[in-house]
């Protein structure tokens, strides 16, 4: 089949590649339709790894993605050929004790798309579990169904965060997790989400969700405009999405005493955090690694339109401008956030 092949780093291919995926009693096979680029995908491609996670060989990235279901096994219940469909691209050993206790995002064993050496979705088809395949409602794209992947990441920061209704929060970054995370945070029952960023494009676009205020960082203190909106209080909860590590190690700053931190970025230094001044708030630490349990909230929330991910979708490549398209994603205009490719379907 054609697929988008990293071949190394900063060397992308559009190219035939043979993958043995044979269709298991459990399995469906999926035409695909629409794929996001995610900020890891472009990490491999500009960097050649994250991590301990080294592409050593050619791979298909890709792990955003929707489709349309072309064959099923003979096990399979509740899909058929011709649904449209979104894929949860991690999957665990349903056996392990992590997946046991509900943790499967945690299993040691997991095989996630585009993670080396597991090839992605960003080819003509693919065989998944239909245990993580999720159909999608007539009112639900594929483009937005495709965009289900991210949302997950934002709806499991918003669970891990114990939201109460009429919660203040800050979101510290503005690109498309820290967006679809303050969208979640609302949608969780968060009465304001105060949200930070230094590109005012993307703040003009968050601000326009929702009941979401902007704080340009480059121009005001975060802190500052937190207290100020919470009668010298704080905010309930700080969701940390930017990945910078300065922005981590501030986080105790705008919050309330006995609030919440909830660490969604992943900094690629290490983060000095004031453990004083994070104890003298009593404050609770929350992380995220993907996502658990979500995949068909974020389903309903996209079909209820308690969340709307339309205007995220900034930029549209077909499938035979894969590599324009991902030049474009490592160098992106301030006014792009999320990009994906169409196959056409």
């Avoid at 991590?51 to 064959?71: C, K, N, Q, T």
């Avoid at 597991?118 to 999720?134: I, K, M, Q």
């Avoid at 708030?281 to 991910?309: P, Q």
Wanted: a negative charge.
């Amino acid at each position: 089949m054609k697929a988008l092949v990293l071949e190394r780093q900063r060397v992308l291919t559009l190219r035939e590649i043979e993958i043995d995926e044979t269709l298991g009693p459990s399995d469906v096979r999926i035409a695909m339709g629409v794929v996001g680029i995610c900020g890891s995908d472009v990490h491999y491609y500009t960097d050649g790894g994250i991590g301990p996670f080294v592409v050593r060989e050619p791979m298909v990235l890709g792990h955003e993605g929707a489709g349309i279901v072309v064959e099923v096994g003979g096990q399979v219940e509740g899909l058929g050929v011709g649904d449209r469909v979104c894929m949860e691209p991690g999957i665990p050993d349903m056996d392990s004790r992590a997946s046991r206790l509900g943790l499967y995002n945690l299993d040691p064993a997991v095989t996630f798309w585009a993670t080396p050496p597991v090839h992605g979705c960003l080819r003509e088809s693919v065989v998944h579990p239909a245990a993580f395949t999720y159909r999608l409602p007539e009112n639900v794209s594929l483009a937005w169904g495709a965009m289900v992947e991210p949302l997950a990441v934002g709806l499991h920061a918003a669970t891990k965060a114990r939201i109460r209704p009429g919660d203040v929060a800050v979101v510290v970054g503005a690109g498309t997790i820290g967006t679809v995370t303050a969208l979640s945070a609302l949608a969780g029952g968060c009465g304001r989400v105060i949200i930070c960023d230094v590109v005012q494009e993307r703040l003009d676009l968050a601000a326009g969700l929702g009941a979401i205020t902007p704080v340009n960082a480059g121009k005001e203190n975060l802190a500052e405009v937190t207290m100020e909106m919470t009668a010298g209080w704080g905010a309930d909860i700080v969701f940390e999405a930017s990945g910078n590590a300065a922005a981590a190690a501030a986080v105790v700053e705008p919050l309330r005493p006995g609030g919440c931190i909830v660490l969604v970025g992943m900094p690629n230094e290490k983060v000095p955090f004031d453990v004083v001044a994070l104890a003298a708030k009593e404050a609770r630490i929350e992380t995220v690694f993907r996502y658990a349990n979500v995949y068909d909230r974020a389903v309903e929330l996209l079909t209820s339109g308690r969340i709307d991910v339309g205007k995220l979708i900034t930029d549209t490549f077909s499938f035979e401008k894969s590599v324009e398209a991902f030049e474009y994603a490592a160098a992106p205009p301030a006014t792009s956030l999320k990009v994906q490719i169409d196959f056409g379907s």
